[in-house]
């Protein structure tokens, strides 16, 4: 269960140079600005890997969702490295699967297809935030 004593961090892979990278960062911005401004926040995971103060304290023991582009899962690894609480894992991938055979852009621009998986990814976020106690 989400606490609501502060915001949701949400915590997309960096993914540069890929196009589920570009899919995670777009899904969580949309979540943090236009479907769940007032209950998330944006953590940018660069700043978590370079052992940023700041940030670790802005995370640590808070709950946290991570959007990950690929299996290796960098944003959700280093957010419980760092101490934040991992309260879900978006996969870009489990979205992607249902869309078997389309393009969805290329690491610098999305497509349609892209857009509308980024819209579901991004619902799916919202989902769990909006997640009542």
């Not at 890929?18 to 940018?44: D, F, I, N, Q, W």
Request: charged residues 30%; aromatic residues 2%; contains cysteine.
């Amino acid at each position: 269960m989400i606490s609501m004593d502060s915001k949701v961090k949400v915590i997309p892979c960096s993914g540069i140079g890929k196009v589920y990278g570009l899919m995670a960062r777009e899904a969580a911005l949309k979540t943090v600005h236009e479907l769940c401004p007032e209950k998330s926040e944006p953590v940018c995971l660069a700043w978590i890997v370079t052992g940023d103060q700041e940030v670790k304290d802005k995370i640590e023991g808070r709950d946290c969702i991570t959007v990950d582009g690929c299996p290796k899962m960098c944003a959700s690894k280093n957010v419980s490295d760092a101490g934040g609480i991992v309260v879900e894992e978006i996969k870009v991938l489990d979205t992607v699967k249902e869309h078997k055979g389309e393009k969805f852009g290329s690491a610098s621009q999305l497509d349609g297809c892209g857009e509308i998986v980024v819209s579901e990814i991004a619902s799916k976020i919202a989902d769990r935030i909006n997640q009542e106690k």
